[in-house]
């Protein structure tokens, strides 16, 4: 099992950026692949970014490609989403969620077994 808790949302004005942090506790970090997911509001969860267990491959939606980037430091159990030049459709809360160690499909809810609480990021001017 893993505990997952996300940091650094907040209001921000289009073309600024961020950093999410998703600190985990309980297993080891390493072992898991990790997922970014956010969900406006009325909206469903959508996929946003993911990485592979040992960091070496990431994954992004089409609307974030290019702008956001996720990274991973096993060292310090904690997984990294960089967003850049901010829009408002950008704005929903974010979750980040871990998955196996083999998880192959990294766009799918249903592929993460544990998900952090959520933090909220606003873009708005």
């Known amino acids: 099992q893993v505990q997952l808790v996300e940091s650094g949302g907040g209001l921000v004005q289009p073309g600024d950026s961020l950093r999410l942090s998703c600190a985990a506790s309980?297993?080891?970090?390493?072992?898991?692949?990790m997922g970014w997911f956010r969900q406006a509001l009325g909206k469903e969860r959508e996929f946003v970014a993911a990485i592979n267990w040992s960091g070496g491959n990431t994954y992004y939606a089409d609307s974030v490609k290019g702008r956001f980037t996720i990274s991973k430091d096993n060292a310090k159990s904690t997984v990294y989403l960089q967003a850049n030049s901010l829009k408002p459709e950008d704005t929903a809360a974010y979750y980040c969620?871990?998955?196996?160690?083999?998880?192959?499909?990294?766009?799918?809810?249903?592929?993460?077994?544990?998900w952090g609480q959520g933090t909220q990021v606003t873009v708005s001017s």
């Open positions: 309980g297993d080891t970090f390493s072992n898991y692949a």
């Open positions: 969620a871990a998955g196996s160690k083999w998880l192959i499909r990294y766009s799918m809810i249903s592929s993460y077994s544990f």
